[in-house]
């Protein structure tokens, strides 16, 4: 449990870094590239 809450912890800091020095522009790219996946596999 411990394990996964760091990994959330260090998700959001890696969002919120994007978000102050590229204007969300990866996590944007991010989430286009989850989308693309989810149609590809139909779900």
């Known amino acids: 449990m411990k394990g996964i809450g760091v990994a959330l912890a260090l998700l959001f800091a890696a969002y919120l870094t994007d978000q102050y ?4 522009r990866y996590t944007d790219a ?3 590239m ?10």
């Open 30 to 32: 991010a989430k286009r």
């Open 34 to 43: 989850v989308t693309q996946m989810r149609h590809s596999t139909g779900i």
């Open 21 to 24: 020095f590229a204007n969300g």
